[in-house]
Each structure stands twice: as C-alpha cells, then as structure tokens.
C-alpha cells in the first residue's frame, strides 16, 4: 500500500477516540449550529437536563434555558453573524440551565468555535453543573449566619483576635461586659479590656504560645478580671480557644461574668459568719439568763424587805435595775441569734408608726424633726408588734446619733414585691409580697467599711460606754427571725435608709394589738412542785412563790421529780424547767407527772425560746412557758393563767 492510498483513505480513528471522550466526560458537551440547533447531546447532558438525547437534536438550544436567558441567546447569534463580535465565545461564565421538568439550575458554560468544511460556523458548549458548590456555598453561608445570631444573641462575652491580639470580633454581650461599643474596639489590641497586671504580661503569652506552642492559657478556664471603660474592674472566667485561619492562629475568648457569683459567695459567708456569731451568743445568752434571774430576783426581793431602809433599798433597786439592763441586752443577742420568742400577728403598720411618732418626738432630742409617710392601702404585716417597735426605736437612736448637729429623720411604710431577680440579688429572702417599713435621716452616713460590718453584734463606731454594738442585729435577727429581710444604704455625708420587710397579710382576718397590758401580781395557795437544776434558780423561784403564798416542794431533776410526786399527798402545780440533766427534759417530765396525776397543771421555764426547744423535741406548740430572767410579778401572773387552764385530756 503507498502513501497515497493512506492520506486518501478516511481515518475514522480520531473521531471515534473524540466521541469516545465526549460520550464519557463528567460534564456536559452540546454541539448547536450557526442558528442554534442543537447537533450533539452527550449523555453528561441527558443526566444534567434531564432530556434523553433524540428530544433535544435537532431543536433550538433555548428549551434548555429559562426565559430570561432565551430573549437574549438569538440575539447574541445574531450580534455574532453582522458584527462578529465574540460577546460570550471563548468567555467561561455562571449562568442558570433549565430542566425538563422546568426547575433551574447554576452551571458554568464554556463557548468555544469551529468552522466546518463547507464554511459555517459550530458553537461547542462545555457546561459544568454548580449545583454541589452552590449548596456548599449555601450551606456555609447559612452556618456563618446560624454563627452570627449564635455569638449575637449569647448571654456570655465572645471576643475574636488575631495572632498580634487584634481584635476581630466583639459580640453584644461584651459590649454590656465591658461598657464599649463594639467599633471602639475593633481594630485595636485587646490589651485595652484587661487591668495590670494581666495588661503587660498578654503580648508575652501569644508570642511564647506561637513560638513553643505552649498553651498557657489556650484551652483553659480561669478566673480573671476585666476593665470596663470607666476603669473599674469585673471578675469573670476566661476560656480561650484557637483556631487557623489562612495559615495563622485566631483565638477565640469566651468569657462569663462572675459579678453576681461573687456577690452571692460574699452575701452567704456573711449569712454563715453572722449565724456562727449567733449560735455563740444565743448560747451566751441563755446561760446568763440563769444569773439574771437570781440576780434580778433577789434583788428585788431585798427591795421589798428594805422598805424601812432607804439607803439599802436603794442598792437592791440599782441591782435590780442594772440587772434589767444585762436582761435587755440578752434578749437583744437573742434577736440578733435568732431565738427570741416572738409573737407574730397581723399588724397595722400605718398605726404602729403613727403611735411611735409620739415616743419618738419625747425620745429624741428637740432638734431632730421627726416626719412619718405612710400608705393608705398598705396591708397588714405579719410580725411581732412589740419587737417591732423596739427595731424602729433603735434604729432611730442610730439616726440621732449620727445627726450630731440635728437633722431630719423619716419613717415610712410601703407594700412591696420582691421578685425572682430580688431573689438572685438577696438569695436569703424569698420572693413575695411584703410591707417594708424604711427609716432615713440625714446624718453623716456610713462609709464602705463600717456598712459591710453594720449588722454585726458588739461592732461600733462609737465611742467606749455610748454603744453596745447590738441595735442594728437585733433588728436584723427580728427581721430575719420574721421570714423578713433587711437592708441598708448609706453614702458618707448623705445619711442613711434602712429598710426592714416584714411578710404582708394578703388576707385580714383580725386586729392586731400593739401591745399587750401587764397584769397586777396575783397570789395563791395552791401547792407547787419546782424542778430546777440550777440551785440559785431554784432558791429563787421557791423564795417567791412561797412570798406569794404559795406552799412549795421541789426537786433538781425529772427523776426525783416523779419520786416527790409519787410520796406528795396533793401538788396542783409542776413549775419545771425544760432543758435538765438526768435524761428527762421538762416536757416529758410533765407526760410522766400526768399519768400519775391527770389533773396536774403544767408551767414550763427556759433561758432557750420557744422555736429552739420545739426543735429539738423539747416542747410542743401551745405549751405555757415562763422565758427567763422572768420578774415576781411575770411568775405570778403565769401561774395564775396555768392553774386557770382546763383539766388536760
């Protein structure tokens, strides 16, 4: 065979290798004439159009496109013929492809040109489907989005900086932390949010971190502080995250606000601090109450017998007298303690301040002016009348101390609602409704050290002799002994408000007295078994009950108690004290007596209150108890009311 034949001979091979790689190409291959017929339909374009090949040959290529794109494809044609200029040949660019069911999708086209033998012009489309990388697009635009909202709208402090400590991103949240606006910050090192010395030491932590790659700091919480744009400081958790970004570090701060955590831990170390005092002066409080009685006691016995004696009679009178004093004074520790006996009832606070306005104006001196502000609709306050009287008389004796020079103090009553963020800010004190009964003057205020130690007993800034130290925790132990609260604001120079909540009476159901009558001494002649372990106690209160007639037997413990009962040919009356050794406390004395004497009455006596005894089991509500130190006359009046009770079931 020669040359010739060879070159004359068609060679159909190139053409079958060229259909060959149009039939198995990835993306798309269309052959359309000079006038838009469509010559060739690969099967990458069956799958992209959805049309089988033998319904697209032959017909114009605008049915695979929308009608935006059809208007404009003849005249492109057309363009090209007369002018020959090549608008979209040899141009890759994104255009939109229509199906045959009619949805649309991006692809990217590619229009080159060939001429055929006979001279006309052949378009060759490559057309590569986006649809992936447009839902990847989409995709990543939504998840940035979902980010944005995310970090936006996040109650903690999102902070983004660069390798340098740039900082990239400030969310809302630390706008609020920090007091800037976020174009404040943005641009500018993130050493600006940062107090000394945290300040100087973080340009030293990112450079030792990129050239170590020891974290120090990325990828753990700790506890930092942070400075707003005023200059103060915050505690707050810092964690620290890195990421890369086109080759380099990012990190990203995530930061909480510690303010109210911290505030909560101080609020409850002083709750347990002020409850150790308390424990300890309750404790106090009640052994002294055992020496009061007898001092108080005696002495005012030695008073009735030194009538003819006036020198003499007036000693006993001073010891009764300073005796009475040391008695307020316990029962003040026991307010502050918590463990006064208290009796609560639905009070009128608008009258009780008005009454007081009367006390106040002979208490304090002529030039404090005295003004009371009250609500016609507040409601009744369920609280003990008397205590509450003698809260508001110290705190106004506070108030006049700190006027030196007069003044003017206030006394207001309102209701209030305390709700779940008050609860937060006061997380002793729960949510409710409350009357609060508020006193200001315009003193010489309380500076920052002596307000955070107000409430503590025996802390005072007056001078030695003038001060006990134990006004204001006994208004706060009345107050937090009433299921109440109270507070204090106070500014040097601009006087002080102490505000006291009691729990308010949504419904009345009776008056409330303010206070209640002494009843005159009474005497009589029944027969009475004391029980008393203390010997100067129980002298005592057998001195004065045999001075009021009584005919008296006793004994110092239960066990011998029930011994002289069962030998007594008759005893009305068990008088014994409720906390006693030998195993047998006062109650349960009074459970055993009655078995062998059902008709027996019954008077209890402690130095401890009500609440304690019924907490541990040692007294049960409606029992009649004598508080100690207790007076002659409170001793007679008691037993008169024990032996007037009905026959016990």
Excluded at 104 to 120: D, K, N, P, Y
Excluded at 260 to 284: F, Y
Excluded at 300 to 314: H, I, N, T
Excluded at 634 to 645: D, H, I, S, T
Aim: charged share 25%; with cysteine; proline share 4%.
């Amino acid at each position: 065979m020669g040359t010739e034949d060879r070159i004359a001979r068609p060679d159909h091979s190139n053409a079958d290798w060229l259909r060959a790689v149009v039939d198995t190409a990835v993306d798309g291959v269309i052959l359309i004439d000079a006038r838009g017929s469509i010559l060739m339909f690969n099967p990458a374009c069956e799958k992209l159009f959805g049309y089988p090949a033998d319904e697209v040959v032959g017909r114009n290529v605008k049915l695979l496109m929308p009608k935006s794109y059809r208007d404009s494809h003849d005249g492109y044609l057309h363009n090209y013929h007369v002018s020959g200029e090549r608008k979209i040949i040899g141009i890759g660019r994104e255009v939109v492809g229509q199906r045959k069911d009619g949805s649309t999708f991006l692809m990217h086209l590619s229009v080159g040109e060939t001429r055929q033998a006979a001279g006309e012009t052949t378009f060759v489309g490559i057309v590569h489907d986006l649809t992936e990388r447009e839902r990847v697009e989409r995709e990543l635009r939504e998840s940035a989005a979902r980010l944005r909202a995310v970090v936006d709208t996040a109650v903690d402090g999102v902070i983004l900086i660069d390798s340098d400590g740039i900082v990239l991103k400030f969310n809302p949240a630390c706008e609020k932390l920090f007091k800037y606006e976020a174009d404040e910050v943005l641009g500018r090192n993130v050493r600006m949010l940062m107090p000394q010395p945290y300040r100087s030491g973080h340009d030293g932590y990112i450079r030792n971190f990129i050239a170590t790659g020891d974290k120090k700091i990325i990828g753990i919480g700790r506890e930092v502080l942070g400075q707003r744009k005023d200059g103060t400081t915050f505690p707050m958790d810092l964690s620290v995250g890195e990421a890369k970004q086109d080759g380099s570090s990012i990190f990203v701060g995530m930061i909480h606000d510690l303010s109210d955590r911290k505030r909560t831990e101080a609020q409850l170390m002083q709750a347990q601090k002020m409850e150790a005092v308390g424990q300890l002066s309750g404790g106090i409080a009640h052994d002294f109450n055992n020496l009061l009685t007898v001092i108080v006691g005696n002495a005012e016995y030695l008073a009735e017998q030194l009538v003819s004696r006036g020198d003499l009679k007036r000693l006993a009178d001073d010891i009764c007298s300073a005796g009475e004093r040391g008695a307020e004074l316990t029962q003040r520790l026991l307010s502050f303690s918590r463990k006064q006996l208290l009796r609560p009832v639905e009070t009128e606070c608008n009258k009780l301040v008005e009454t007081m306005h009367k006390l106040l104006r002979r208490t304090l001196r002529e030039d404090i002016e005295i003004a009371t502000q009250s609500d016609p609709a507040l409601r009744y306050a369920f609280a003990d009348p008397v205590q509450l009287e003698s809260a508001i008389l110290n705190l106004a004796l506070n108030s006049q101390d700190a006027m030196a020079s007069g003044g003017r103090l206030t006394i207001s009553v309102a209701n209030a609602s305390l709700d779940v963020s008050d609860h937060n800010t006061h997380p002793d004190v729960g949510p409710g409704e409350y009357v609060v009964i508020a006193v200001t003057d315009t003193g010489s205020g309380m500076p920052k050290r002596v307000l955070e130690r107000a409430f503590e007993p025996f802390f005072t800034t007056k001078e030695v002799g003038k001060g006990s130290g134990l006004g204001l925790s006994m208004v706060y132990g009345f107050a937090k002994q009433s299921n109440g609260h109270v507070t204090i604001y106070s500014e040097p120079g601009l006087g002080t408000t102490v505000r006291i909540y009691l729990p308010a009476v949504l419904a009345k159901t009776q008056s409330a007295p303010l206070a209640v009558e002494k009843e005159a001494a009474q005497t009589g002649s029944e027969m009475v078994l004391v029980v008393e372990d203390d010997p100067f106690v129980r002298s005592y209160a057998v001195m004065s009950l045999e001075s009021l007639g009584y005919k008296v037997i006793s004994a110092v413990d239960g066990k011998e108690a029930l011994q002289t009962l069962a030998a007594a040919a008759h005893v009305d009356l068990l008088f014994t004290d409720v906390v006693m050794p030998g195993g047998v406390n006062g109650w349960e004395l009074a459970g055993l007596a009655r078995k062998q004497r059902p008709e027996l009455r019954v008077l209890l006596t402690s130095g401890y209150a009500l609440e304690t005894l019924a907490a541990n089991g040692h007294v049960r509500q409606g029992a009649l108890i004598l508080e100690k130190p207790y007076r002659k006359a409170e001793l007679a009046r008691l037993v008169r009311e024990a032996m007037a009770a009905p026959v016990p079931v």
